[in-house]
């Protein structure tokens, strides 16, 4: 096993703590933050936990041209024996480097990346809130850092861990939200960056968040960007369907993100002996079992969205009304046996928690 030393520096101004039982998504931030830097020739070096500060880029730093970034999101939870867990840790380190692998950014340590997070957390136990719905996210990034304006990979990086004390991503928290069917922009495309959590995907979806918004819709839904035909994802989630008892969800073809909350809820579906298929769903075949009554239940999953009902989706001029517009009896099972066993108030029976 490597060993990497961790410096710690403590803050000498801890913040005013906010209020944990009205908490926004992504708005305020701990006390410290985890740094690691990467050199050309010399890897990744110098991990340090440091006082949460802004930092200093040079204005050519490469990740402000081009956009060679990635991130991850995952979330720690206090249980009621006072402990912390993270959900799944190991997924996100591999993901990460899944990305990393498409962004031409050097791989970094699964083990330094999670070491660092959890000595980051341990450090900010106390900004890990308890109120129902509420987790500390956790952000780990990676930004290009070396002075340079041609288009090429950085021989410089630095990985930084944020934490940030979150309750619902959505205003509607648990309860359904509306979505637009997106039709003029595309996502992502096979062979593009769709698969990879990187900066870009989500900049070149506000046009279409921005436009569905105004029309009082949370997010939109992303069709192919070949055929614009076979539904992927929502912004922030991966999306399932319950038709005529059978759970459809898009199949992973390289454009759609691998959601760590989608595996563990196909996981969770096939431990139920639920029927489910990971297949192509294009929105005609969607249509027409909705129009026939078949579609029973729908609801997007993410780490930020947890699982997120959707009562209706806006389809060619048409507001498809799904389960009347209320969470369904699968979704809301799902939530309570999800967030059961990130809080430790569940069994575990895949082992998916690890303690801080
Ligand atoms: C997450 O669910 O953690 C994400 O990264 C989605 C983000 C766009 C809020």
Redesign the pocket.
Same mark, same amino acid.
């Given at each position: 096993m490597t060993e990497f030393k961790i410096d710690i520096t403590l803050t000498e101004n801890p913040k005013q703590k906010p209020d944990f039982a009205h908490l926004d %998504? *992504?708005k305020n931030f701990t006390d410290h933050m985890f740094i690691v830097d990467y050199t050309k020739g010399k890897g990744w070096h110098d991990a340090r936990i440091v006082p949460y500060q802004p930092i200093t880029l040079d204005p050519a730093a490469m990740v402000f041209h081009y956009g060679q970034t990635v %991130?991850? *999101?995952?979330?720690a939870y206090h249980t009621s024996e006072e402990e912390v867990l993270l959900f799944r840790p190991d997924m996100n380190m591999k993901r990460l480097n899944r990305s990393n692998d498409r962004l031409c950014i050097p791989h970094i340590d699964e083990e330094l990346a999670l070491n660092g997070i959890k000595k980051l957390i341990d450090l900010e136990r106390e900004w890990v809130p308890t109120a129902e719905g509420t987790s500390l !996210?956790v952000?780990p990034f990676i930004i290009a850092t070396e002075p340079y304006l041609g288009v090429a990979p950085s021989k410089r990086y630095q990985f930084i861990v944020i934490l940030s004390p979150v309750g619902a !991503?959505y205003k509607e928290g648990i309860n359904p939200v509306k979505i637009a069917v997106e039709r003029q922009f595309v996502r992502a495309t096979i062979g593009g960056t769709g698969n990879a959590?990187t900066a870009g995907n !989500?900049a070149g979806s506000l046009k279409a968040q921005e436009v569905a918004e105004a029309d009082g819709y949370s997010q939109v839904l992303w069709l192919d960007g070949r055929e614009n035909k076979y539904i992927e994802e929502v912004?922030?989630?991966n999306i399932f369907f319950k038709i005529n008892g059978e759970v459809v969800t898009p199949m992973l073809n390289g454009s759609i993100l691998e *959601?760590v909350?989608r595996d563990s809820i196909l996981k969770l579906l096939a431990h139920w002996n639920i029927p489910v298929s990971e297949r192509k769903l294009s929105m005609e075949e969607l249509y027409e079992a909705y129009q026939q009554g078949l579609v029973e239940e729908a609801f997007g999953t993410?780490?930020?969205?947890v699982i997120s009902p959707v009562g209706e989706l806006f389809w060619e001029n048409e507001k498809l009304v799904i389960n009347g517009g209320k969470t369904g009896e699968l979704s809301k099972k799902l939530y309570d046996t999800l967030t059961g066993i990130q809080l430790g108030t569940e069994s575990d029976p895949f082992g998916w928690t690890v303690k801080v």
């Open positions: %998504f *992504g %991130f991850e *999101g995952l979330k !996210y952000r !991503y959590k !989500y912004g922030s989630m *959601g909350t993410g780490t930020a969205a």
